[in-house]
């Protein structure tokens, strides 16, 4: 049993008791049906009009962002991923982030702050379909980073390659 599995899960007060069921029915796997949200209304008795003003209520407030499928990165050939740490000028911080965070490849670009013997304030993750390509990727990275960092502003960065995945899976909020 998870931690909080004896704890109430309670309702944000911005959302109400229907507007979490469809959040976490979504959660679940979304039938593939030619009216998903039908099945879904009908699941939790209230009109498919009902859910979709719900949906888009939820997506005018920045509450739902998207509504996507969840794709097998290793099954879709991207089995070189990595994530990589970036020690930038401070100062330059915000500009080197926004530069390697228009990569497509990049999926996740964080500035979070550094510690004593960790002096990386930037994270990226890189996906890849092969060694090469993971390494032409990083060139990129290094090149863009290190123009936008610009003549003065020195750039270093750690590949941080997984060894092994404890643990993958998306968060159950509701």
């Known amino acids: 049993m ?5 704890k109430e899960k309670k309702l944000p007060s911005f959302l109400d008791e229907l507007d979490c069921k469809i ?7 979304l039938p593939l049906v030619e009216r998903p949200f039908a099945r879904l209304a009908e699941d939790l008795g209230v009109s498919e009009e009902k859910v979709i003003d719900r949906l888009k209520r939820l997506s005018r ?8 499928p969840i794709v097998s990165q290793e099954k879709t050939g991207f089995r070189n991923n990595a994530m990589v740490v970036w020690q930038v000028p401070e100062e330059k911080c915000d500009k080197v982030g926004s530069q390697l ?5 990049v999926s996740h670009c964080y500035r979070r702050p550094t510690a004593e013997g960790w ?3 930037l994270f990226t993750v890189v996906h ?7 390494k032409n990727k990083f060139e990129k990275l290094e090149s863009a980073a290190r123009e936008a960092a610009g003549e003065t502003g020195e750039v270093k960065f750690k590949v ?4 092994e995945k404890l643990k993958k899976q998306s968060l159950s909020y509701f």
Do not use: C, H, V
């Not at 998870?2 to 004896?6: K, P, Y």
């Open 128 to 134: 890849a379909t092969s060694g090469q390509d993971r």
């Open 23 to 29: 959040i976490s029915e979504l959660q679940s796997n």
């Open 2 to 6: 998870g931690q909080d599995s004896e």
């Open 101 to 105: 965070a228009e990569f497509d490849f």
């Open 61 to 68: 407030e920045g509450i739902l962002k998207r509504i996507a």
């Open 119 to 121: 002096p990386y304030q």
């Open 160 to 163: 941080l390659k997984t060894q």
